[in-house]
């Protein structure tokens, strides 16, 4: 039996099983891709995609990762968005492209990889200014993470003062 809409109840077209899944993701991968300054990077295109500028700046992340889409995609895309014309912006989700993944070095989600001419020069876990980095990427300046902790507490005093040491 077939009800309104065509589809016959006893498949769970919302369930893991379905059998469009791949094509849905896919074709929403290149919709995203086609609508923003950041590409969806697949295992294929990973090499040829760095070769595309001299600088390229990489999200590692993951579909399951709902925090970080809500709490640090505008930062990317803002960053993607300024450096448009001089860097290239891309995003891998590391649960489909695991060799991709591992050959960067990831603790945590999501990870930012800086490239210049190819190469990594830095891999920074978790929320950054993405803005500010890739403008020191384009410098030839080192990449860092600027840490910030209140100066109110004690430990905030110690930590600023352990990190401008370094």
């Known amino acids: 039996m077939v009800v309104a809409g065509g589809c016959d109840p006893g498949t769970r077209a919302l369930g893991?099983?379905?059998p469009h899944k791949g094509r849905l993701q896919e074709?929403?991968?290149r919709i995203r891709s086609?609508?923003?300054?950041?590409?969806a990077i697949s295992a294929d295109e990973f090499e040829s995609f760095l070769r595309e500028s001299e600088y390229a700046v990489v999200l590692f992340d993951a579909s399951w990762n709902a925090a970080s889409k809500e709490e640090f995609r505008p930062?990317?895309?803002a960053a993607s968005e300024t450096y448009a014309d001089r860097v290239v912006f891309g995003e891998i989700d590391c649960d489909d492209s695991v060799e991709i993944a591992r050959s960067v070095p990831i603790v945590n989600l999501p990870t930012v990889a800086y490239y210049r001419r190819g190469g990594l020069i830095a891999a920074l876990v978790g929320y950054q200014n993405v803005t500010s980095l890739a403008q020191a990427l384009i410098e030839g300046k080192p990449i860092r993470r600027e840490i910030e902790f209140p100066i109110t507490s004690n430990l905030g005093r110690f930590l600023g003062a352990l990190i401008r040491r370094s």
Not at 34 to 39: F, G, K, P, Q, S
């Open 16 to 18: 893991p099983d379905r």
């Open 27 to 29: 074709r929403a991968r």
């Open 34 to 39: 086609e609508t923003m300054a950041i590409r």
């Open 75 to 77: 930062r990317f895309e």
